[in-house]
């Protein structure tokens, strides 16, 4: 589970999970439900990763800002990853 600084709680459940390779997860919230994939690929001492998902929003007015959140979500995942990583 995840919660947001409001208390707003999101259950994420791993489907599959390769260090360094793969990382698959479903999530859902009161609002959304889908399916996020992470692959990373190591090019020498550089690695590119590929994130897609596939969600839907439960409530149909939320339909139109799904999109734009997650790429929020993916971008602050992304830079969190490269402070961890020290890049």
Do not use: I
């Not at 995840?2 to 599959?16: L, P, Q």
């Not at 190591?42 to 998902?53: A, I, P, Q, W």
Request: hydrophobic share 35%.
């Amino acid at each position: 589970m995840e919660y947001t600084k409001d208390g707003y709680a999101t259950r994420f459940t791993t489907t599959v999970f390769q260090p360094c390779e793969r990382w698959e997860f479903d999530m859902e919230n009161g609002n959304m439900k889908g399916h996020w994939t992470g692959v990373f690929y190591r090019h020498g001492d550089k690695t590119t990763v590929v994130f897609s998902e596939d969600v839907s929003a439960k409530k149909l007015f939320l339909k139109p800002f799904v999109g734009g959140y997650l790429k929020k979500q993916q971008l602050q995942y992304f830079e969190d990853l490269k402070a961890a990583l020290g890049c």
